[in-house]
Structure formats: C-alpha cells, structure tokens
C-alpha cells in the first residue's frame, strides 16, 4: 500500500505560481511512475503531467507544456509539480497519483486526497 500526500495548494492570482509537492509512503518509490492529475468543477479528471521511475521521460498535456514541471526527489520521496504563469483554467482540485503498470497507461494504482488550487484575482 502507498499512501500519497500532496500539500503547497491555494489561492493565487493569474500570472502568478505555485509549487505542489507530493509526499510518498513506499519504500520503492523509485519503482513508480508518478502523475499530477486535476479535476475541475463539472469536468473530468485529466492528467497534467508525469514523470517515469527514474526521471528520464516525462509528459505533460498540452494544456500546461511549458509552464508547468513535474520534478521527482527519489531519496525523499518526493514528487513536486512546479507551475508558473497560471491561469484561471488552471483551478481545480489537483491530485498525485502512482502507477507501476506501463508509461502509456491510463491506470495509476494509488491516489492522494487532493489539493485545492485557485488562480483568480
């Protein structure tokens, strides 16, 4: 069992940023695929990012490329979405979520309990 704790939400105005950051519970952290997911208001969860077991690929939907960075620390356990430039499309309930299957997949097999992020003047 892996339990995910994200912190570093809020409320922030447009143009500004914000650093999520994801707190691991497994010994084998190093062994999983990690995800930022966002759910908004009357819209499906999307995927924001990920970031392979080591670091070496990462993804990012094109909603968010190049203002947003997925970031992993495998000693702490940590994993961290940094996102610049925010918009108020950008809010929603953000969640951190593991996977050990495939880098392509849509499965992620632990989820954390989400943070608020709110980009509004």
């Known amino acids: 069992q892996v339990q995910l704790v994200e912190s570093g939400g809020g409320l922030v105005q447009p143009g500004g940023s914000l650093r999520l950051s994801c707190a691991a519970s497994t010994r084998t952290f190093d062994s999983y695929i990690m995800g930022w997911f966002r759910q908004a208001p009357g819209k499906a969860r999307e995927l924001v990012a990920r970031i392979s077991s080591r670091a070496a690929a990462r993804y990012y939907a094109d909603s968010v490329k190049g203002r947003f960075t997925i970031s992993r620390d495998n000693v702490n356990k940590m994993v961290y979405l940094q996102m610049n430039s925010l918009k108020p499309e950008d809010t929603a309930v953000y969640y951190c979520?593991?996977?050990?299957?495939?880098?392509?997949?849509?499965?992620?097999?632990?989820w954390g309990q989400g943070t608020q992020v709110t980009v509004s003047s």
């Open positions: 979520a593991a996977s050990q299957r495939a880098w392509g997949s849509a499965e992620y097999d632990y």
